[in-house]
């Protein structure tokens, strides 16, 4: 057993005891190990909130290079590290008691005072002064301070000597005006890799102003693309060899992210101690475009902006090795416009053209954002359907793009009616690889095309069964009514005593000339998805009206029929006037007529539906 600290998913640090052992069968066989976990962060951080904070405390201001007062809001010393006392040439014990205005070399008392009174109102504050040591010579140094009320109204000051740092900015100058003019942006930082200085480059390509990034950490202006993994290694290569380059994103001030070649190159002195890092770089923005329309030519269609037969190829391996690894199905469709050589004898290439780019369009509307639609050449169109849940599915994305395709086109002027077939094949029950699955799709887009156009056929014939009677009721339903096929049932509604007509609900049946009789479970929602429940709800309103009619002359009364309306005939703007109309040619009382909806459709946008 042990204990130690472990990160929650949330990010919450926890304290766990953990606690294991063997466990062994009657022979002695270790047969699993059992365990258990318990949080004790409660008890840990009772035990250590009040060591912790004062070790802490110890440890960093006794540790750090830099020196290290505790004053308060007076401006007196209450403590001072070994490092300030070393800096300074005083004591610790001589430091302790003096005021900061005793030691301050640039500023008079008065400044010191007020700027006292800032640190207490803003709580922090970073700056540059000098001090005077206790042999009465002047060192630069880099305030750091923070106030605190909850600490009893105490700062907390680091000092940092930066005497050799400004020296050596002082022979930076020397050559200014190379570090001024070139076109390269340069960054210059110190060890621990806060900057130090920038040029007018820097400044142009990043947008930022010099005085901005001074003090600041490169990583200010980071873009998020690069992992941590990737600036380990980078830093390993610049502390082991010295340098290192490579491409860069990083984040201009307007946000905007863009790439750059990056060289960066480690400074040493005499004792080979690094003491700057100087990074030049340049924008690639303007090549990275180049390579980018590079990519386009080599990878999508210049036309139509899709991708294209070699980045068709490339996705759909790819979506097979993620279909294979999650167990997934994919699909993959050869679409072929029917007509399409009509436009561009007609009308034109550039007709032609614009044609195929508002087809683009029209079968991208349909797809999902992760799927690909590419064209092969010509009027030829792919689709790769990704992580497919069912046959079903798949055959209403293809009819959905063939009603899609259906509809007419305007083109310089004139009403253009086109069409495709489309051929379809699955993974991994049609192929297993690019090649198979793409012949497969071809063949059955070809087969699709010999059935009639305007058509979708699967490749594979057991599948393709449930698909090809639905693609046929589907067909058929369109004719359904003028062949006469279509024919009322009216099932009778009686009072509470079981034996008075109260009324009767009138249900649409379907005689298939080939098939017989079709269940309205079956082609009722082939109806609804394909838009024929229009029509056929209109038919039966008229069908009822001309079976009272009968009933009426025959001497037979019902006191009132019952007439479902569809989610689809309700959402109709004209639904009222169309039934008005229908009604209002038999000469009946409306009252003998009622119309049942779902709750579902009652309760689906209420506004609309009062």
């Known amino acids: ?9 949330d990010g919450e640090s926890v304290w766990i005891h953990a ?4 466990v062994r069968g009657a022979d002695g066989t270790l047969i699993a190990i059992s365990g258990f976990l318990i949080d004790i962060s409660e008890k840990k951080q009772a035990e250590e909130n009040l060591s912790r904070h004062e070790r802490l405390f110890r440890e960093v201001i006794e540790t750090t290079g830099d020196g290290f007062w505790l004053v308060d809001n007076r401006g007196f010393l209450l403590e001072a590290n070994e490092a300030y006392a070393q800096l300074s040439g005083y004591s610790k014990e001589e430091l302790v008691g003096m005021h900061i205005s005793d030691l301050e070399a640039k500023e008079e008392s008065e400044e010191t005072r007020e700027r006292i009174e800032k640190i207490i109102r803003e709580g922090h504050d970073l700056f540059e002064t000098r001090h005077r040591r206790k042999d009465g010579s002047i060192w630069d140094v880099e305030i750091s301070t923070t106030f605190s009320h909850a600490s009893g109204g105490l700062f907390s000051v680091f000092a940092r000597d ?17 570090f001024k003019n070139t076109g390269e942006g340069i960054v210059i930082t110190d060890p621990e890799s806060t900057i130090v200085d920038v040029n007018d480059a820097y400044c142009r390509i990043m947008g930022y ?7 600041q950490n490169p990583s200010v202006v980071g873009s998020g693309r690069h992992d941590k993994a990737f600036y380990e290694e980078m830093w390993r290569a610049i502390r082991e060899e010295g340098q290192w380059m490579g491409e860069v994103w990083d984040r201009r001030s307007n946000g905007e992210v863009f790439p750059k070649w990056l060289n960066i190159s480690a400074v040493y002195n005499e004792a080979r101690e690094i003491t700057h890092f100087v990074g030049t770089f340049s924008d690639i923005s303007t090549l990275k475009d180049v390579e980018q329309q590079l990519q386009k030519l080599a990878y999508y269609d210049a036309l139509t902006g899709l991708p294209n037969r070699l980045l068709f190829q490339d996705r759909l391996e790819q979506e ?48 999902r954002d992760n799927d690909t639609v590419a064209r092969l050449g010509g009027d030829e169109f792919t689709l790769i359907l990704r992580e497919v849940s069912s046959i079903d599915a798949v055959a209403l994305v293809a009819r959905k793009v063939i009603d899609e395709l259906a509809q007419p086109f305007t083109l310089m002027g004139s009403e253009v009616h086109l069409g495709g077939s489309i051929g379809i094949s699955l993974y991994p029950d049609d192929g297993k690889d690019f090649e198979t699955l793409t012949k497969h799709a071809d063949s059955a887009m070809y087969q699709a095309k010999g059935a009639g156009r305007g058509q979708y056929h699967f490749y594979s014939e057991r599948m393709d069964e449930k698909a090809h009677l639905r693609l046929r009721l589907e067909n058929d339903l369109h004719r359904a009514i003028e062949r006469g096929e279509l024919f009322l049932q009216y099932q009778p509604q009686l009072g509470a005593d079981g034996e008075s007509l109260v009324g009767a609900e009138a249900l649409v049946r379907w005689r298939h000339s080939e098939l017989g009789v079709i269940s309205p479970a079956e082609f009722i929602p082939i109806a609804e998805e394909s838009g024929t429940i229009i029509p056929i709800g209109e038919w039966v309103t008229q069908a009822v009206c001309d ?38 040619h038999s000469a009946l009382p409306p009252q003998l007529f009622e119309f049942e909806i779902t709750e579902s459709v009652a309760m689906d946008n209420a506004e609309a539906v009062a």
């Open 1 to 9: 057993s042990w204990e130690y600290r472990m990160l929650r998913a």
């Open 19 to 22: 606690a294991f052992a063997p």
């Open 162 to 178: 930066i005497s050799e740092r400004n020296a050596l900015l002082q022979e930076l100058k020397l050559v200014g005006e190379v």
């Open 209 to 215: 102003t010099r005085e901005q990034m001074i003090g």
């Open 320 to 367: 097979i090795a993620i279909s294979r690894r999650m167990d997934h199905r994919c699909a993959v469709m050869f679409l072929d416009l029917d007509r399409f050589k009509n436009v561009n004898d007609t009308l034109g290439h550039s007709a032609g053209d614009e044609l195929l780019i508002e087809v683009a369009s029209r079968i991208k509307s349909h797809l």
């Open 547 to 584: 079976d009272m009619c009968r009933w009426r002359d025959a001497g037979l009364e019902v006191p009132s029929v019952a007439i479902n309306l569809s989610a689809r005939q309700f959402r109709q703007s004209d639904l009222i006037s169309r039934i008005i109309e229908i009604i209002s």
